[in-house]
């Protein structure tokens, strides 16, 4: 089979690259625009590989996507490309929609046009909102009503509206996954785990946004490949189906145990101007992957956070010529008046 993965230079996208080639015979291709979070050095080994093709393009580009599909004839279709930072979108709301949802829809009528055995939407948790932090009893299911909170989050769910509408109206083979928030290698140093990691290392403040009691549901990244693939091979067509692995942590929680293992001190924490609309609790009930296709997470936290930690000190280079390059003046403009 032909495997066409989109946004895989990106954190997660570049994870599922290696986990297919490893686990399965078939053929990966990777279309991806190489914007900031897109880096073609993590793909390095996989370019090595006579099963990989890499090619740079935009999703939106609809000539450029039916050109494609006409010549590589994927059977099946993972879509992880995306603008992902929420901070980003409070700042420049305008690409979250061309991106994710603009080129959902894109990749969906190539998808109705040149026909394909299964397209596969990954999305995410955050188009269910937030929770209270005061009950930990509530989950998100996928019966949770979408209640978006950021331009990312609503771009999203847009996204997988049209995922829906396309199985409805057109029988398209579809599916969605809604996981929860990843951490691992490659992971772009904007994001809260790699930025506080990189920080750390190099004694610099780390930001906590507001009270850092809010609660993310943190799953590693290979586990959260590990269900795409079953999914996408043993899923029900039209079905969405959240992932997550019952690990609820607050900001504060996660930055602490980066500086007790890194032995920071804890004077480098900086609680800063809240992000605006900031929500504040996601935690995923997993039923329904678990019962149907008998997926966990493998990885516990406490041994994740080792080998990420472990990782970023032994990949200085990937990372540093990020935070020298264009990302610096994102820096600089995102937190220098916090
Ligand atoms: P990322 O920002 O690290 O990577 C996104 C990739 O998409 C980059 O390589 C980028 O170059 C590429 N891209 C962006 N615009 C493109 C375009 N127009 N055409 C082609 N490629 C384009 O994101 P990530 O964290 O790996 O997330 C991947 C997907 O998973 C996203 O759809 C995101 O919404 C979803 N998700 C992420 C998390 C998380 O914790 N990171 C959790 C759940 C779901
Ligand atoms: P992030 O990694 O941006 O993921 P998301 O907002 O999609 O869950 O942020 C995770 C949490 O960390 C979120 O509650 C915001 C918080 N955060 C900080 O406190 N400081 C930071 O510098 C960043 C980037 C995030």
Redesign the pocket.
Known sequence: MNILV????????SNFIYYELAAHEDKVIC?????Y???ISTLSTAMQNEKFKFIK????DRVFVYDLFKREKPDIVV???????VDRSIETPEIFLQ?NII?TGVLLDACRKYGIKRYHQ????EVYGDLPLDRPDLFFTEDTPLRTSSPYSAS?AAADLLVQAYHRTYGLPVSISR????YGPYH?PE?LIPLMIINALNDKQLPIYGTGRNVRDWLYVEDHCQAIDLIVRKGQEGEIYNVGGHNEKTNLQVVEMILKYLHKPYELIKFVTDRPGHDRRYAINPAKINDELDWQPKTRFNEGMKKTIKWYLAHRDWWQKIIDGSYKDYYAKMYEDK
């Open positions: 989109t946004g895989g230079a990106g954190f997660i996208g279309l991806d625009l190489l914007t979070a897109g880096n393009g935009d999703i939106t879509n992880f490309a995306a603008e992902s930072h991106t080129g990954v999305s995410t948790d999203k996981c929860s928030n990843n772009f994001k």
